[in-house]
């Protein structure tokens, strides 16, 4: 049983946010699957299973550290390069094919960048008052900066908070502590010219009762995207900044194809390869 180290939605190795995949984790039963994640420190691991659908190329099992999740983002790019690296085929020319727990994903790959195709959402819409002020207050953010309060969830049941500006995401105070479960994330527009159109922070409840700040997040990204696409304050593709402010320098590109499709991008580097797990 192998673990590989990944970098995902990174601008260069040791940029973006890390990831743990366990091939062969099928030999390992839950317990020590969000043992092993939890000993990690990361804000998720995987574990490469074979698929139980005919049409997948593999099946993940996807934890961080309050459980087990039925898709997060960074995890799916991860895995995907992880999978890839150490051998695998797709049964389609380059598209990679993930069963987990919210179903079958596509996951593109081309000159060395990723995406896969956000799932829908599982619940969109406004958030109650009561829902936006508890967000206000545990992300920290200037309650007159907050455009609008929606949920986006898609595995993880994020919460977000539009802000007026990047400056605005940057300036939050985040609580220390929160419930485990607990997802919110802040997106502001960046300024004319710079090298990303959107700047988003995510947080998170882990099972400590910290409320985390995750370098840079998949699902979250996917679930921005659709509001904002589906809205119509971005088309086409953008280029969202995400890490700042825990020491990362992640870019995720986000497109919206003319199917109606949504697609999260970006980068993996392969940090450490095919390390033995001492695990029975």
């Known amino acids: ?3 590989d180290l990944v970098d995902v939605f990174a601008s260069a190795p040791l940029s973006g946010n890390p990831l743990g995949v366990v091939h062969d ?3 390992l039963d839950t317990e020590t699957m969000h043992r092993l994640t939890c000993w990690l420190g990361f804000s998720e691991a995987t574990f490469l299973c074979p ?8 099946r993940l099992r996807i934890f961080y550290p309050g459980g087990e999740l039925p898709f997060a983002g960074h995890p799916t790019l991860g895995s995907c390069h992880a999978w890839l690296a150490a051998g695998g085929k797709p049964k389609r020319d380059g598209v ?3 069963e987990c727990g919210a179903g ?3 996951i593109r790959v081309k000159d060395g960048a990723y995406a896969f195709r956000a799932p829908p959402l599982t619940r969109s819409g406004p958030l109650s008052e009561e829902e936006r002020l508890a967000a206000i207050a545990k992300t920290g953010v200037d309650p007159e900066a907050v455009v609008e309060a929606v949920h986006a969830q898609n595995g993880p ?18 609580m220390p502590t929160a419930p485990t479960g607990t997802d919110i994330g802040l997106a502001g527009p ?5 090298a990303a159109d959107w700047e988003l922070r995510a947080f998170f409840g882990d099972h400590q009762g910290r409320f985390r700040e995750d370098p840079v997040t998949g699902s979250f990204n996917a679930g921005v995207a659709q509001h904002l696409f589906d809205t119509g304050l971005a088309s086409g593709h953008y280029r969202a900044a995400q890490g700042r402010m825990t ?14 499709s949504t697609w999260i991008g970006g980068r993996c580097y392969t940090i450490a390869s095919q390390a033995r797990l001492g695990l029975p």
């Open 190 to 194: 960046c300024e004319p010219g710079a």
């Open 247 to 260: 020491g990362a320098d992640g870019l995720v590109d986000c497109t919206r194809e003319v199917d109606g």
């Open 25 to 27: 984790g099928e030999g």
């Open 157 to 174: 049941g994020w919460q977000v908070l539009r802000l007026r500006s990047a400056a605005d995401v940057l300036a939050a105070k985040p």
């Open 104 to 106: 079958l994903i596509e």
């Open 51 to 58: 698929p139980t659908d005919p049409a997948a190329d593999y």
């Open 1 to 3: 049983m192998m673990l």
């Open 96 to 98: 990679v094919v993930q």
